[in-house]
């Protein structure tokens, strides 16, 4: 995290460069978790050393649970979670820019959006299982539910800010309002769509892993289910492990994105 | 011009309506994937009476006292850790790692955990409805001190502020409308999180309810649930828009 | 004294071999191009920032740190936001230890001068700027600084508020004739406002030269008549062209 400005104190170890001092943070908590494991002799069911964690993860790799080892797991939880998200992203995006271009169309839609807004995501994963089966498609439907909201409301924002002088000298040069739309609003809205992705991805992740866990052990794949497996049978090392990896690929996927929104905003 | 807003809003919302009735009158989608409106009002006609042993109003009850004590928790430890870790580099420099290790897991994870852990009684829960707030209170009172303007810093000094006037009547009233924003966004998490944990396990709540509904093949009784956590939702939102109003007078409100 | 700055990758000296002095209840004018460093020689005089070599002093007292005996008017008024006027006026005063008659008796004194009465319980948003700029003053006057600095300070209002604000504050500094330090990019206003003027070169912003406006005016200073009048007067206009002069040189063509 970035230096503060008005700091009058500023140890020697401040001067480290940043990634430097981070790594030695991060490596210090786990070195304070594993220490506690050590010092006061925590059982491994309940709070496993970081080291039995990684060889757990290790032993995934080759050694399956359910359906399948830990890429197979990795595999359709990415799956799943891109499906929902590009389906949200899709429908979300177009819909934004239009609500945020045509007003008739935000009239139209905009009560809808109201009524379901304070619906919490996971909470649709009960109807969801009952309409599609505990499989592929409910949980595709609950990514779906969590990533559209903030994508959609980040077009429509993104459209609606758009300096309306851009505009209009758009027009004095003679553009139609679908050039407009195409050649002016698009593209100065593109950095907020982008930043909608990323709040999307964000929500869709941690409902992905929500779907999972309430989906149960009906569904013999995905990380959530290494989660649950690893509580039902005590196995804190199974849990920890699948957690770890949830993160890990959650901060992939949003790496992933933050490098297309450096990419967009260049010229900002 | 001047009812657009309303004559469009209005027609959508009557045709949801309108298409969910026929839907279901009709006898085109099975009672138990949707049910009627009709089944739905029924079913809250009972559930306020008491269904499974329990009111809807404890189930209120089961869900609040979790959801009040863990985000109580998270706001006391969040709020001035983010100001601290914003405020004093050594501080930020311990916990900033602490905070990129922790923040990628969503909440829903620590699920399971925390019945490994605590049981699946209400520490558990607790303890889930706590990681999932403290992380927006944290941040946003990070972000909230981070962006002090420099002028208003400069200007206090030249005042004669110390260091800790900066803190307390410059910095911290200055990351106000940031940090009860994050407060606000951090309820939020919580509530979503609580319905989370009572969908997995539990024996009260409205997630509990619409697990049962689930199970009974009782789909009115899953929408009543979905309705309530909504309605819920909603007012907490606006209690919590109302408070920043009042909070922050010196603030444009729209 | 000498500054040099650490912005960007390449160190860069701001200022250089500046050396001046300011009598007691003077108006002294620094006027410059763009980015010649008089921002930070004020900033310097301030005691926001440290000279990289030199000293400052105020009277005998060598000027470390910020405080109320050198407060500072910013540009863009740096007002707290969640203070109204009284409480931004009074702010300075109990950051002091200025008990609370006293402070009642400066704050009843100050806001009929600067012409605010009836907006005490306004907050700075609900203030135009130049009324937000007469509180900023007034927030500085009201410790009774042995110099009061002001950066640039009418630069964010129009130029008709401009004019007005820079009678007003010849009114207001008469009343006590505390010392003061001004910088500015207009000539107009520092030929109409100084007694004298130290013109810089560009950066490394250095002293071109000293112009005694008492000269010009004699006794009678002319800040004290409206700004149109001296307009008309041969003696002010030729003086304007002579600074003009003295600074078109220094002006970067970006």
Same mark, same amino acid.
């Given at each position: ?15 480290? $460069? ?52 830990? %890429?197979?797991? &990795? ?29 008739? !169309? ?13 619906? $919490?995501?996971?909470? %649709? ?23 559209? $909201? $903030? ?37 100065? &809205?593109?950095?907020? !769509? ?24 009906? !569904? ?49 | ?41 029924? @079913? ?5 009476? +008491? ?30 850790? +983010?100001?601290?870790? @914003? ?31 605590? +049981? ?36 206090? *000094? ?6 800790? @006037? ?17 407060? *606000?966004?951090?309820? +939020? ?66 | 004294?000498?500054?040099? #700055? ?58 470390? /740190? ?25 702010? #300075? ?11 009642? /008796? ?6 009929? =001068? ?124 030729? =003086? ?7 600074? /078109? ?6």
């Amino acid at each position: 995290m970035s230096e503060s400005g008005f700091d009058p104190k500023r140890p020697v170890f401040s001067r480290l $460069p940043q990634p430097l001092l981070t790594g030695l943070g991060v490596g210090g908590w786990v070195l304070l978790w594993w220490a506690i494991v050590i010092v006061f002799d925590v059982s491994p069911d309940f709070l496993p050393t970081p080291w039995q964690v990684a060889e757990k993860l290790i032993s995934l790799t080759t050694h399956p649970i359910g359906e399948g080892s830990l %890429w197979v797991h &990795a595999g359709w939880s990415s799956l799943r979670f891109l499906s929902g998200f590009l389906l949200a992203a899709a429908i979300g995006i177009p819909l934004g820019l239009l609500m945020g271009y045509i007003r008739p !169309v935000r009239h139209l839609f905009n009560p809808l959006f109201e009524l379901f807004r304070y619906i $919490p995501p996971i909470a %649709w994963a009960p109807f969801s299982i009952l309409w599609f089966g505990a499989s592929f498609g409910s949980q595709t439907f609950v990514i779906f539910t969590a990533a559209l $909201p $903030p994508m959609l409301m980040s077009a429509y924002l993104g459209i609606r800010l758009v300096d309306p002088g851009l505009i209009n000298a758009a027009r004095t040069l003679g553009a139609g309002s679908t050039t407009i739309l195409f050649k002016v609003g698009l593209p100065a &809205a593109l950095p907020q !769509v982008v930043a909608g992705l990323r709040m999307g991805l964000a929500n869709g992740w941690l409902a992905l892993v929500g779907a999972e866990i309430i989906a149960g052990p009906g !569904v013999l794949t995905g990380l959530g289910y290494l989660i649950l497996v690893g509580q039902q049978n005590l196995q804190a090392t199974l849990t920890i492990g699948a957690m770890v990896l949830i993160g890990i690929i959650g901060a992939l996927f949003d790496y992933g994105i933050r490098r297309v929104e450096d990419k967009v905003a260049r010229w900002k | 011009m001047r009812y657009e807003k309303l004559i469009l809003g209005g027609l959508s919302l009557i045709v949801m309506l309108a298409a969910w009735w026929v839907v279901t009158a009709r006898g085109i989608v099975s009672e138990f994937l949707l049910p009627s409106p009709s089944a739905v009002f029924e @079913a809250l006609m009972r559930l306020s009476g +008491g269904y499974m042993g329990s009111s809807l109003l404890t189930h209120l009850k089961a869900s609040m006292s979790v959801v009040l004590s863990g985000y109580g928790a998270a706001v006391l430890i969040g709020v001035p850790l +983010g100001i601290l870790m @914003a405020w004093a580099r050594p501080v930020d420099i311990i916990f900033g790692p602490l905070v990129s290790i922790l923040r990628p897991i969503p909440p829903p994870a620590w699920i399971p955990l925390a019945i490994l852990w605590f +049981g699946i009684d209400l520490t558990g829960k607790t303890f889930v409805v706590f990681v999932s707030a403290i992380t927006p209170c944290l941040i946003s009172a990070y972000v909230g001190i981070k962006n002090v303007p420099p002028d208003l810093i400069s200007a206090a *000094r030249t005042l004669g502020a110390s260091n800790v @006037a900066l803190l307390f009547q410059v910095a911290i009233p200055s990351a106000l409308p940031q940090i009860v924003s994050g407060m *606000r966004i951090a309820l +939020g998490s919580a509530w979503a999180t609580i319905v989370a944990a009572e969908l997995v396990v539990a024996t009260s709540g409205f997630g509990f309810l619409i697990m049962s509904g689930y199970r009974n093949f009782e789909a009115n009784i899953m929408a009543v649930g979905m309705i309530a956590i909504a309605i819920i939702g909603f007012a907490m939102n606006a209690l919590f828009l109302e408070i920043e109003k009042y909070a922050i007078p010196w603030r444009d409100h729209e | 004294m000498v500054f040099a #700055g650490n912005r960007g990758a390449e160190p860069t000296v701001a200022v250089d071999k500046f050396s001046f002095e300011v009598k007691e209840s003077e108006f002294l004018v620094i006027v410059g191009p763009s980015g010649c460093g008089k921002s930070t020689v004020l900033s310097m005089t301030g005691g926001l920032t440290t000279p990289t070599a030199g000293q400052i002093y105020l009277g005998a007292e060598l000027i470390r /740190r910020p405080g109320p005996d050198k407060a500072i008017v910013f540009q863009n008024f740096s007002l707290f936001p969640w203070k109204t006027v009284t409480e931004n006026i009074e702010f #300075g005063l109990c950051l002091n230890g200025v008990d609370k008659a006293e402070r009642q /008796r400066r704050i009843g004194y100050y806001i009929p =001068l600067i012409g605010l009465q009836g907006f005490e319980n306004h907050y700075p948003k609900q203030l135009s700027g130049g009324m937000q700029q007469r509180v900023a003053i007034a927030r500085s006057l009201v410790l009774r600084p042995r110099v009061l600095l002001l950066d640039e300070p009418f630069a964010a209002l129009d130029a008709q508020n401009r004019t007005v604000m820079q009678e007003e504050l010849v009114r207001v500094w008469s009343e006590h004739k505390p010392t003061v330090v001004f910088v500015t990019h207009s000539v107009e206003e520092a030929v109409f406002l100084a007694d004298r003027i130290v013109v810089m070169t560009r950066r490394p912003g250095r002293i071109k030269e000293v112009v005694n406006v008492r000269e010009t005016t004699g006794e009678q200073h002319w800040r004290a008549i409206p700004l149109d009048q001296v307009m008309r007067r041969n003696d002010f206009q030729d =003086l304007r062209g002579r600074i003009w002069g003295l600074l /078109r040189n220094e002006i970067v063509v970006a």
